[in-house]
């Protein structure tokens, strides 16, 4: 029982030293970030919004995929066309997928042949050291795509000596998982390599009630992952590194009005990152090189065979200059090259590519209980007008546990390639990038923080009339963010959020699959001695599939989830998931089902 009165007593100690997040609240060690500036700073030095979702967390709570654990977060939530891999969307305070960047280990996951930029269904919860999310506008370190924030997924790392782990689970709708890890870390060099595998039977994607789910085919998803992490150590200060990160998917969907069509699509996506880094008098400097490749192919027996091929190709040097000792400012540069490539069987091929050259600059100075940052950037596009774009933020810390932090940034969004050639109707050789602004304002007190948004995004990208258009005036999305996480009881843990958002358009309609109010909540008890129990859920208020609130109501309801942790030994833990305790039947998007009572069992062993 000591034992566990120390484990709690930590978990609230770890809440401490990082307020800024809700979610790192396992492991008492500070929390060190990298998206905020694209350099190593601790949580409790960065003004930026930031939420960190740790291992300990993705471990403890089960996730399956990445948007399961981004769903958990306050002023994030989700949609899905149907069951596990089929198309799904991110909402970061309103703001749609396309308009938040998203990283794997720090390397562009965004597809240019793809309209909704990054694809959310494909990446699952596995091997993940930490997801970190910048919330807010953030064009002035990152360029493109990041008027919502940046999500930025780490995988896990070598640690000292050998260790491996391997890992199992199955499950409701015939699902099954399982994979490995191995590292070795020595004084020169180090490497991890992991492999994963996610296999499920499915169920109909397309339903229009619970009744009706058994009368249409089951459609199944399978995916791969494989990860490799290397460096090589010529000195402590001097090392080259090279990530590979590969993901293999399949999957079965349903088009709309058409459940037991026969529509498949196979995935794959393979992110490469090479890099080399040396410290010198006050001065870290990085260059790196980083490839990424996607290819999809569709088989719809009503449209036939379409393949899509995205490319980046980005090489970027940084250089972090030290003046003070909490005072330093990052420059840097990026040459990038976006390249799209479709066909369609019996139909012509459409190739093109858009570069960009940027230049940036990022300055931090900490005074006693002050902290000032400011970023610049400007981008030269080969298809578009030069964009500038920044950021001002600080932080007050008037003591210990109270501090006020405050940002304001601009930002924009290039149409990528795919939406401007638009094979489905129209091209529009005329889109221009959408441009954002934005503030946020933090008030951290203890155990609780209290966060006020408000963003206005001009020329919206829209589909309207077989292609994608600018649409004049507007869009705003502003609200309110509240996190809560105590230890309530002995050995019990307690973390709320709450979000209330207002979503609206140039004539204040409402925007689609916005929900106004959400509420997120997970109880831990720590109680036993070697069992650890967890209850979480959400509140989904009031969402219309459409704009203006037209079109069905899709929210409304309670989910609860619940999960068992044993530990049978310091290396062998066992677990039992259940998703969706109360059965309950909802979508989140008009006409798609989604998954009802489930339950899991898993097994991790540790060498």
């Given at each position: 029982?000591?034992?566990?009165?120390?484990?709690?007593?930590?978990?609230?100690?770890?809440?401490?030293i990082a307020?800024?997040?809700?979610?790192?609240?396992?492991?008492?060690?500070?929390?060190t970030?990298?998206?905020a500036s694209?350099?190593?700073?601790?949580?409790?030095?960065?003004?930026?919004?930031?939420?960190?979702?740790?291992?300990?967390?993705?471990?403890?709570?089960?996730?399956?995929?990445?948007?399961e654990?981004?769903?958990?977060?306050?002023?994030?939530s989700?949609?899905?066309?149907?069951?596990?891999?089929?198309?799904?969307?991110?909402f970061v305070?309103?703001?749609?997928?396309?308009?938040?960047?998203?990283l794997?280990d720090?390397?562009?996951y965004?597809?240019?042949s793809n309209?909704s930029?990054?694809?959310?269904?494909n990446?699952?919860?596995?091997?993940?050291?930490r997801?970190e999310l910048?919330?807010?506008?953030?064009?002035?370190?990152?360029?493109?795509?990041?008027?919502a924030g940046?999500?930025?997924?780490?995988?896990?790392?070598?640690?000292?000596?050998?260790?491996?782990?391997?890992?199992l689970?199955?499950?409701?709708?015939?699902?099954?998982?399982?994979?490995?890890?191995?590292s070795?870390?020595?004084?020169?060099?180090?490497f991890?390599?992991?492999?994963?595998?996610?296999?499920?039977?499915?169920?109909?994607?397309q339903?229009?009630?619970?009744?009706s789910?058994?009368?249409f085919?089951?459609?199944g998803?399978q995916?791969?992952n494989?990860?490799?992490?290397?460096?090589?150590y010529?000195?402590q200060?001097?090392r080259?590194?090279?990530?590979?990160?590969?993901?293999?998917?399949?999957?079965?969907?349903?088009?709309?009005n058409?459940p037991?069509?026969?529509?498949?699509?196979?995935?794959?996506?393979?992110?490469?990152s090479v890099?080399y880094?040396?410290?010198?008098?006050?001065?870290?400097?990085k260059?790196?090189y980083?490839l990424?490749?996607?290819k999809k192919?569709?088989?719809?027996?009503?449209?036939?065979?379409?393949?899509?091929?995205?490319?980046?190709?980005?090489?970027?040097?940084?250089?972090?200059?030290?003046y003070?000792?909490?005072?330093?400012?990052?420059?840097?540069?990026?040459n990038?090259?976006?390249?799209?490539?479709?066909?369609?069987?019996?139909?012509?091929?459409?190739?093109d590519e858009?570069?960009?050259?940027?230049?940036?600059?990022s300055?931090?100075?900490?005074f006693?209980?002050?902290?000032?940052?400011?970023?610049?950037?400007?981008?030269?596009y080969?298809?578009?007008?030069d964009?500038v774009?920044?950021?001002?933020g600080?932080?007050?810390?008037?003591?210990?546990?109270?501090s006020?932090?405050g940002?304001?940034?601009?930002?924009?969004?290039?149409?990528?390639?795919?939406?401007?050639?638009?094979?489905?109707g129209?091209?529009?050789?005329?889109?221009k990038?959408?441009?954002?602004?934005g503030y946020?304002?933090?008030?951290?007190?203890?155990?609780?923080?209290?966060?006020?948004?408000?963003n206005?995004?001009?020329?919206?990208?829209?589909?309207?009339s077989?292609?994608?258009?600018n649409?004049s005036?507007?869009s705003?999305?502003k609200?309110?963010?509240i996190?809560?996480?105590?230890?309530?009881?002995?050995?019990?843990?307690?973390?709320?959020?709450y979000?209330?958002?207002?979503?609206?358009?140039?004539?204040?309609?409402?925007?689609?699959?916005?929900?106004k109010?959400?509420?997120?909540?997970?109880?831990?008890?720590?109680?036993?001695?070697?069992?650890?129990?967890?209850?979480?859920?959400?509140?989904?208020?009031?969402r219309y599939?459409?704009a203006?609130?037209?079109?069905e109501?899709?929210g409304r309801?309670?989910?609860?989830?619940?999960?068992?942790?044993?530990?049978?030994?310091?290396?062998?833990?066992?677990?039992?998931?259940?998703d969706?305790?109360?059965?309950?039947?909802y979508?989140?998007?008009?006409?798609?089902?989604?998954?009802?009572?489930?339950?899991?069992?898993?097994?991790?062993?540790?060498?």
């Amino acid at each position: 029982m000591k034992q566990n009165k120390k484990l709690s007593t930590s978990l609230v100690a770890s809440l401490l030293i990082a307020t800024t997040t809700a979610c790192a609240k396992y492991d008492i060690t500070p929390i060190t970030i990298t998206s905020a500036s694209k350099t190593e700073q601790s949580i409790k030095d960065v003004t930026a919004n930031v939420e960190v979702i740790t291992k300990e967390e993705i471990e403890e709570k089960r996730f399956t995929t990445v948007s399961e654990a981004l769903n958990s977060i306050a002023g994030v939530s989700f949609t899905s066309n149907g069951s596990i891999g089929n198309s799904s969307s991110i909402f970061v305070r309103g703001m749609s997928s396309n308009r938040v960047l998203v990283l794997v280990d720090g390397i562009r996951y965004q597809d240019p042949s793809n309209t909704s930029g990054a694809s959310f269904e494909n990446l699952m919860a596995s091997d993940i050291e930490r997801i970190e999310l910048i919330k807010g506008a953030y064009s002035g370190i990152y360029g493109s795509d990041a008027s919502a924030g940046v999500i930025n997924i780490i995988t896990s790392s070598a640690k000292k000596g050998l260790n491996a782990s391997v890992n199992l689970e199955a499950g409701s709708y015939l699902t099954k998982k399982y994979g490995f890890v191995l590292s070795n870390k020595e004084d020169n060099y180090d490497f991890k390599v992991s492999a994963n595998r996610f296999l499920t039977d499915g169920f109909s994607s397309q339903t229009e009630d619970k009744k009706s789910e058994k009368a249409f085919e089951r459609d199944g998803y399978q995916n791969t992952n494989i990860g490799i992490k290397t460096n090589y150590y010529f000195t402590q200060d001097d090392r080259v590194g090279f990530i590979y990160n590969y993901i293999n998917s399949n999957v079965e969907y349903d088009a709309f009005n058409a459940p037991n069509a026969i529509q498949r699509a196979t995935s794959r996506t393979n992110l490469y990152s090479v890099f080399y880094t040396k410290k010198y008098k006050g001065h870290d400097i990085k260059v790196k090189y980083e490839l990424s490749k996607f290819k999809k192919t569709n088989l719809d027996t009503s449209f036939g065979v379409k393949d899509y091929q995205g490319k980046t190709k980005i090489l970027e040097l940084t250089d972090t200059i030290f003046y003070n000792k909490k005072d330093f400012i990052i420059a840097g540069f990026s040459n990038e090259k976006y390249e799209v490539d479709y066909n369609q069987v019996d139909k012509t091929t459409n190739e093109d590519e858009n570069t960009n050259k940027a230049i940036f600059l990022s300055n931090t100075n900490t005074f006693d209980k002050l902290i000032l940052n400011q970023t610049l950037r400007k981008d030269s596009y080969s298809n578009f007008d030069d964009k500038v774009t920044g950021k001002i933020g600080f932080k007050y810390n008037f003591m210990k546990e109270l501090s006020f932090s405050g940002n304001y940034g601009t930002a924009y969004n290039a149409p990528n390639i795919i939406k401007i050639l638009n094979p489905w109707g129209t091209s529009n050789p005329d889109l221009k990038p959408e441009k954002s602004k934005g503030y946020d304002l933090t008030l951290d007190y203890k155990n609780l923080s209290f966060t006020y948004f408000n963003n206005k995004v001009e020329d919206l990208v829209s589909w309207e009339s077989n292609q994608y258009v600018n649409t004049s005036g507007n869009s705003r999305f502003k609200g309110i963010e509240i996190k809560y996480t105590n230890q309530i009881f002995q050995d019990t843990l307690l973390s709320l959020n709450y979000t209330h958002l207002s979503a609206e358009n140039e004539d204040k309609e409402p925007l689609a699959r916005r929900p106004k109010r959400q509420l997120g909540f997970s109880l831990d008890y720590y109680g036993f001695s070697k069992i650890h129990l967890n209850l979480n859920g959400s509140y989904i208020g009031t969402r219309y599939d459409e704009a203006d609130t037209k079109g069905e109501q899709t929210g409304r309801y309670t989910l609860f989830n619940s999960v068992i942790n044993y530990s049978i030994n310091d290396k062998t833990k066992l677990y039992l998931k259940l998703d969706n305790i109360t059965d309950k039947y909802y979508q989140t998007v008009d006409g798609y089902a989604t998954a009802g009572r489930s339950a899991y069992v898993g097994l991790k062993v540790s060498f």
